[in-house]
């Protein structure tokens, strides 16, 4: 009796599998990869009874069924893996990086697709002997439930340059990696995009109609802003991950045009669904912890390291601190509000 042949295809693993994760993952097995999903029990068992779907806002939707993929709750799935796109949230880094040493082989690539500046850091630290890559995903997703995960802004990924051709193997239709020489810039210019990741979950609104309110875009701007201020004492150089062509710093001004000129703008830097919301309101709504400290937390830790203030972003992180412990979901604040 005959066995099934083996699966010579190089092994993705996305280690920490949540949102974007599964969204990856998705597309990456749609675009005939050998994938492991590594997650948690809960989600595990929505996706092993209900499949995988994967939307999004230029009508994308594609069910994937289990028998596509491998879903596994522990790490030694890394054994055989040759590709780790680790999506773990930022406290979790020194988790998973343990895990990958533990189990994984040294000539696994390790890609950091996390929000925040540190996390290729930290897992580079503590993987010595791996190729470990930071990356940016410019795109936000939205768990749906019942294993459909949607994708709400658009955007490709960046990585890392380095040896062999990583981005080309990775990317597929509806999902392409580009290779940077230098990450530092467009982390950090995410970082800044990021920081309205707090206000959006502080106002409960989607972010399209946040960002047709010019209260909403007045605080984004003022805080855009003053987190600019501190990068340039800082000496850090930031870009946006939009467009290339819009510098960091013009991006609060783009925000105060009036609502008609605004939409013009804005509509040759980003598309938006008109349902999506920010990661971080997902989490509030969830009960979960957030992300605020590798966000507006970073900010006022470095306004103060260089005798700044930094009072918007300081205001906005206490909001959010305030609503992790509430527990209740998003405080729907207004913008007046945020400024007491």
């Excluded at 289990?66 to 930022?90: H, Q, W």
């Excluded at 930071?134 to 459909?148: D, E, I, L, Y």
């Excluded at 920081?195 to 855009?224: F, H, K, P, V, Y």
């Excluded at 930094?310 to 400024?339: C, F, Q, T, W, Y």
Aim: aromatic content about 4%; hydrophobic content about 40%; some cysteine.
């Amino acid at each position: 009796m005959s066995s099934a042949p083996k699966d010579s295809r190089p092994h993705v693993v996305i280690a920490g599998a949540g949102s974007v994760g599964c969204f990856v993952g998705g597309l990456l097995v749609r675009g005939a990869h050998r994938v492991t999903l590594l997650m948690r029990a809960r989600l595990a068992d929505e996706i092993l009874r209900q499949g995988l779907t994967i939307t999004d806002f230029q009508d994308l939707d594609e069910e994937l069924s289990p028998d596509f993929f491998t879903i596994s709750t522990t790490s030694e799935c890394l054994k055989t893996a040759d590709y780790i796109l680790v999506t773990v949230k930022s406290g979790a880094t020194e988790t998973i990086a343990r895990e990958i040493r533990t189990h994984a082989p040294k000539e696994a690539v390790v890609i950091s697709l996390q929000n925040g500046v540190g996390n290729a850091e930290v897992l580079q630290k503590m993987l010595p002997d791996h190729d470990v890559r930071a990356g940016m995903v410019p795109f936000n997703v939205m768990s749906k439930g019942g294993g459909c995960f949607h994708r709400g802004t658009s955007g490709d990924i960046q990585i890392s340059r380095g040896p062999g051709h990583v981005a080309r193997f990775l990317s597929v239709p509806d999902l392409a990696f580009y290779e940077r020489r230098n990450m530092a810039p467009v982390q950090w210019g995410k970082l800044l995009i990021n920081l309205n990741n707090a206000l959006n979950a502080l106002s409960g609104l989607t972010l399209r109609e946040q960002l047709t309110s010019m209260g909403w875009r007045r605080i984004m701007s003022d805080q855009l802003a003053e987190a600019v201020r501190v990068l340039e004492k800082a000496g850090i150089a930031a870009e946006t991950p939009m467009s290339r062509r819009v510098p960091i710093r013009f991006v609060p001004k783009i925000l105060r045009l009036p609502s008609p000129l605004f939409k013009r703008v804005a509509r040759t830097m980003l598309t938006i669904d008109p349902y999506a919301r920010s990661s971080m309101w997902e989490d509030l709504e969830r009960g979960r912890l957030t992300e605020i400290e590798e966000l507006q937390g970073v900010i006022v830790a470095l306004a103060k390291e260089h005798g700044l203030k930094a009072p918007i972003n300081a205001r906005v992180a206490a909001l959010i601190r305030d609503a992790e412990k509430a527990g209740r979901g998003s405080p729907k604040l207004v913008p007046k509000e945020i400024r007491a």
